[in-house]
Nanobody, 115 residues
């Protein structure tokens, strides 16, 4: 079993920054890719950033140049540094981790960008 615990969400003004963290516990040795997704009210969850175990990162166009994903394999933790946040970034953010062919999800953390 794998557990993912996100932290770091909250309220921030437009143009501000937040750093999300997601710590994995349990069956961590089997984790390959990790990533972040977000979900707007009434819409499906969308992937915004992913990172391989070797550190290769990919981003959705909507966040490219503003968000940076990183991971610390020793701490089994993935991060999402979010800069220049916009009101349209307001969503619930979820981390995910791939174990074999099974995608595991955290419980989500709310990010609200508002003045």
């Amino acid at each position: 079993q794998l557990q993912l615990l996100e932290s770091g969400g909250g309220l921030v003004q437009p143009g501000g920054s937040l750093r999300l963290s997601c710590a994995a516990s349990g069956s961590v040795v089997s984790i390959s890719g990790m990533g972040w997704s977000r979900q707007f009210p009434g819409r499906e969850r969308e992937s915004i950033a992913a990172i391989t175990k070797g550190g290769t990162a990919t981003y959705a166009d909507s966040v490219k140049g503003r968000f940076t994903i990183s991971r610390d394999n020793a701490k089994n933790t993935v991060y999402l540094q979010m800069n220049n946040l916009k009101p349209e970034d307001t969503a619930v953010y979820y981390c995910n981790a791939l174990v074999g062919i099974s995608m595991n999800w955290g419980q989500g953390t709310q990010v609200t960008v508002s003045s």
